[in-house]
Structure formats: structure tokens, C-alpha cells
């Protein structure tokens, strides 16, 4: 049987070699989709609107005197902790929203498209990049309300935002391999959950290491998070640019080149 005596529903168009300059644009234009479909669902902005005024006044009244000795010393401790911890709250989000669409259909859309496969996961995670600074800039304003005076003036905190901001970024290829092989939203958010909350309070975020028990510091020190909470210290609270910065991004690094080529080959085998 030749090609021309196929019925044409199954006859597939060849696909078009896509060269980088394609695969950005089309990144960009799932981001832009993923940006408008934001704008129309303003309760996804929830998770880095209300948790970062949340989490601050509730952290800063309840541990501040137990373990700095006031809130207003606890807060230099405090304030990189909760906003680490906040934007990975956000980029959970990113494999549930995922998986969504996936259950929807909206993907098998997608693979009907000559479009590079990285782009429908890439660009929702590009538009979160805008809900990974509200939480960042929210959460040093409802600090610096409550006392707190980051010692790296405005460059430090703009270069920590940033810092967190590209290491949400990171760890949010994660949630996606998740979100890809994962069979419900339901499913994706409870392993987000099981991941999200070790990365976090077994971390230097909330604590000083050397409280931590001797069989727990080990763990805290390769945490991840914990060097992005530590990089996020230094440049706000001094403005200081440390080896913890540079570790933090090898993380960063290391993550993606890890998740990112997971994510689409699992996304690959869903289509």
C-alpha cells in the first residue's frame, strides 16, 4: 500500500526543522497564553498574594522570640527563609497546571502543531515568572513593614529577588516532570506536597544549622534550598556576593540540566 492510498487522517505531515530563534518564539507564545489565561483566573495569583503576608506575620510572631530573642532580630533570619519558601510554593503550581491541561486535552492540540515540544512546557513557565516576583517583592515589603532594614540596600534585595526568582524557575522543571508523569492533578499536587515540605523545613530557612541535631545537619547542608536561602541572606542582609551565591547557582544548574530534559521526554512519550 503506497501513501496515496492511505485515508488522509493518518497520513502525517512531515515535521519542519525547527532551528532556536523558532523554539523561543514559540516558548514565548505559550508564555504569553499561559499570561492571559492568569489574567482570567485572578485566584491563581492567591498562593503569592496571601501566603507571603501570612507566612511572615505568622513566623515572625511565633518563632521570633523563641529563637532570636524579639521579632525584629529574627526577621534578617526570617525574611530570605520565608521567601525561598514562597516561591517554591509557586512553582509547585507549575506541575498541577500542567497536568490540567494535559487532562483537558489541550495538549493533544499541541502535538498536532510543528512546534518544538519544550515550548508548551517551557512557557507556562516562563508567565510564572511574573507570579515568582510578586511573591518575592510582597514578601521583603511585609518585612520591611514589620522592622525589617536589609543592611544590602536596594541592590542587595534586588540581586536576592533575583536570585530566588531564577531558582524557582529551576526547581519548577522539577514539579513539570512531575506534572508529566503523574496521573491527576490531585496526584501531582500530593508528590509536590511530599517534596516541597522536606526541601524546606529541613533547611536553614526558619533555624540556625547549628541547633539542628548532628545527623540532621548533614541533610540541611546539601539541601538545595538551604544554599538559596543562605545566597539570599548575604546579598540582602549585606549586600555581599559569597561562595553560597555561587553554589546556589551550580544548583540551579545542575537541576535543570537534570528535570528539563526529563520533563520533555516524558512529555514526549505522553503524546
Known amino acids: ?49 496571601i501566603q ?88 521583603f515589603a511585609v518585612g520591611i513593614a514589620m522592622g525589617y532594614r536589609p543592611g544590602g540596600g536596594v541592590g542587595g534585595v534586588l540581586a536576592a529577588i533575583l536570585l530566588v526568582i531564577i531558582g524557582s524557575w529551576s526547581l519548577a522543571w522539577a514539579f513539570t516532570f512531575v506534572g508529566t508523569v503523574a496521573r491527576s492533578a490531585q496526584a501531582v499536587q500530593g508528590i509536590s506536597m511530599m517534596i516541597m515540605f522536606p526541601l524546606t523545613f529541613l533547611s536553614n530557612a526558619f533555624v540556625p544549622v547549628e541547633t539542628l541535631p548532628v545527623w540532621l545537619q548533614w541533610f540541611v547542608n546539601l539541601n538545595p534550598v538551604s544554599h538559596i536561602v543562605s545566597a539570599a541572606r548575604d546579598l540582602a542582609n549585606s549586600g555581599a556576593v559569597t561562595i553560597e551565591v555561587l553554589f546556589a547557582l551550580i544548583g540551579f544548574a545542575v537541576v535543570i540540566a537534570i528535570f528539563a530534559p526529563l520533563s520533555v521526554w516524558s512529555y514526549k512519550r505522553k503524546l
Open 1 to 49: 500500500m503506497t501513501t496515496l492510498d492511505l485515508p488522509a487522517a493518518t497520513i502525517t505531515p512531515p515535521r519542519a526543522h525547527l532551528d532556536p530563534a523558532d523554539t523561543v518564539s514559540q516558548t514565548l507564545t505559550m508564555a504569553w497564553r499561559a499570561l492571559k489565561r492568569m489574567r482570567r483566573n485572578p485566584e491563581q495569583f492567591f498562593d503569592v498574594t
Open 52 to 139: 507571603p503576608l501570612l507566612f511572615t506575620a505568622m513566623f515572625a510572631f511565633i518563632f521570633g522570640g523563641a529563637i532570636s530573642g524579639d521579632v525584629q532580630s529574627y526577621l534578617p533570619l526570617l525574611i530570605p527563609g520565608i521567601l525561598a519558601q514562597t516561591a517554591l510554593t509557586a512553582c509547585m503550581a507549575t506541575g498541577v497546571q500542567l497536568r490540567e491541561d494535559m487532562e483537558k486535552g489541550v495538549f493533544d492540540r499541541f502535538k498536532s502543531l510543528p512546534i518544538a515540544r519544550i515550548a508548551p512546557l517551557a512557557g507556562p513557565m516562563v508567565a510564572d515568572l511574573v507570579r515568582y516576583a510578586i511573591a518575592s517583592t510582597l514578601t
